[in-house]
């Protein structure tokens, strides 16, 4: 969800996320050897529905099965969670509520994969 964060062009919220991150994990930089706070960054992934025309249907973001290409997912929904883990050094990341492509986030082998080639190894 692009638009929670500033922007919805995934370059340019993965540098936002990435400033972000840094900025508040890193402080002022007085001692490095502690994080200020650990960023989680969420809702990790394709998380874009919020009530809406559906809602009185029951269909909400914690019922929403997103069908997504691969290619959807890498180009437009990851920059931003990519840069966060892999520039900014997120030490979080919460999956979606909804599932993706029949699978809850949390047990999808598709967002363990992108997570284990981002060399994510927070919680």
Known sequence: RHGEGGTEDPYLM????????RGLQEGDGQDPRFLQV????????????????????GLSRHTADVNISKYLLADYYWPAFRASIKK??????????NSVNGR???TDPIMRAARDAWNFTGY
């Open 14 to 21: 993965g540098e936002l996320g990435t400033a972000w991150t």
């Open 88 to 97: 900014g050094n997120a030490k979080g990341v919460m999956c979606s509520y």
């Open 104 to 106: 809850p986030t949390c």
């Open 38 to 57: 650990a960023v989680t960054i969420k809702h990790f992934d394709a998380n874009n529905i919020e009530g809406g025309a559906k809602a009185d249907e």
